[in-house]
C-alpha cells in the first residue's frame, strides 16, 4: 500500500532499483490518488491498461468518517459489489481515498521505440487500427498530425523529423519480440503508405522522444503565443477511429483553429 500524495515519478523511481515499474503514464506529474480519482489513462494504456487494470484495492474514507478497505492481493474476487472500481473515476465523490495497493510490472528485458511518418493523417490512422486489430502487442503507440508534429520539432527540437502526420509507437518484451512486432508493425506501415520508419533502441533517444511527447500540451500552447489550449477526450469505437480524427481535423480548419 502507498500513501495517494506519492507521484507516479517518485514511485517508478523507487520501483527501478527493485527491476519493477508502475506503467499508467498520463503524460503528466500526477499522483497515484489523483490517478485513481480520475481514472487515468495514458500512453502506455494499450498493453498494460489503465489505472483501473492496475489497482488491487484501496483504503478510503467515506463521508461518514468511516474507513473501509477494498479489493486485496487475490487476484479474483466473486462476491458483492466491486468496490475497487466503483471508488475509481469518482473524483472524491463517494470517497476520499487515502491508501493505494497497485499492482507492479517487471521492467521489459528490452525495449524500442520507432517514429513512423506519413503523407496524409488518414494513412496513420489505418495503421493504428490495422495494429490494434492485428493483435500486436505494442507497448505504446500515439498520433501527431502535422500541426502537433511541427509544434513538438519547434518546442522539444525533434530535429531530423518533417512536420507531416506522424506515429510514435513503443515495443516491449524480450529482443526476440521487440524485433518482431517492430518488423510487423512497420509491414503494416508500409502497406499505408509510410514515408519513413525509423528505429530507436537506445533508451536516451527513447526518452527523448517520449519526452517530446509529454511536452506536447506545452509546445501546441507555444505555436501560437497569446492563445489558450483546450484538451477534451473522446471515445470511439476503433472502426470509426479514422472518420473521428480526420473530421475532427476538418472542422478545427474550417473554424480557424490549429488541431493539436
Known sequence: LIEPGVTRQALNAFLRDKGMFFP????????????????????????????????????????DGRVI????????????????????????????????RRRRHGIPEAGSAAVCQYP?????????????????????????DEDQMEACIRYSKLSGFAATPTLFLEFHGSPAAVRDQAEAVE?????????SFAWATEA???????????????AAVALKPGHRGLTTDVCVPISRLAEAVVGAQRTARERGRTSC
Open 69 to 100: 478497505e477494498t479489493g486485496g492481493r487475490t487476484r479474483k474476487e466473486s462476491n458483492g459489489y466491486d468496490l475497487t472500481r466503483l471508488f475509481i473515476g469518482s473524483e472524491g465523490t463517494l470517497g476520499v481515498i487515502t491508501k493505494v
Open 204 to 218: 536516451e533517444e527513447r526518452n527523448r522522444l517520449w519526452q517530446a511527447r509529454h511536452d506536447a500540451y506545452w
Open 24 to 63: 499508467v503514464d498520463p503524460g503528466s506529474h500526477c499522483t497515484i490518488g489523483g490517478m485513481c480519482a480520475t481514472r487515468a489513462s495514458g500512453t502506455t494504456a494499450v498493453r498494460y491498461g489503465t489505472i483501473r487494470e492496475n489497482v488491487l484495492g484501496l483504503e478510503v474514507v467515506l463521508a
Open 120 to 144: 496524409t493523417l488518414e494513412a496513420a490512422v489505418e495503421t493504428v487500427i490495422t495494429v490494434m486489430q492485428s493483435g500486436i502487442p505494442v507497448a505504446r503507440i500515439e498520433l501527431l
Open 187 to 195: 509491414a503494416i506501415a508500409r502497406d499505408f503508405g509510410a514515408a
